[in-house]
């Protein structure tokens, strides 16, 4: 059944919905992609909205240090993932959208989540190609 009493700011469900994130990513942390876990944290944050605001900063931030902590390093470049989705939301809005339609129907899909992240994850990372290949750097 869609937790939908998450979107309603009761802090017992609010608490109840938090310990079940938390169990989630305790079962799945290895067995799932790094991608995969900062969609759910994305996703997951945002649904159970605890603040009365901040929610998306926070769980952007959450996020990407979920994605950095599985991979087990700070990902290089500039540009980073919750800088891009800061600059144009619509498409984490939409890609959010997408996951609580899934979930109306009962099923967690966190496809567009993950296809988001996976873009703009790629963004952040040409910014490092695009400094090691300057010209004026040093050559060999």
């Not at 799945?28 to 759910?40: D, G, I, Q, V």
């Not at 599985?70 to 996951?99: C, F, H, M, V, W």
């Not at 296809?115 to 010209?135: C, D, F, K, M």
Request: glycine residues 8%; positive net charge; hydrophobic residues 35%.
């Amino acid at each position: 059944m869609p937790e939908t009493f998450g979107r309603l700011g009761s802090r017992s469900a609010e608490a109840g919905t938090s310990l079940q994130a938390r169990t989630w990513f305790q079962k799945n942390w290895e067995k799932s992609s790094p991608l995969h876990l900062a969609a759910y944290a994305l996703w997951k944050l945002n649904w159970i909205h605890p603040f009365t605001d901040g929610n998306g900063r926070t769980a952007r931030a959450i996020s990407y240090l979920l994605l950095c902590l599985r991979l087990g390093y700070l990902l290089p470049g500039t540009n980073t993932i919750p800088e891009q989705i800061s600059k144009d939301k619509t498409p984490y809005y939409k890609a959010l959208e997408a996951a609580d339609e899934k979930w109306a129907g009962e099923k967690i899909d966190l496809s567009s989540l993950e296809e988001l992240l996976s873009g703009l994850l790629a963004n952040q990372l040409v910014s490092i190609h695009q400094q090691a290949t300057r010209e004026g750097g040093r050559s060999i």
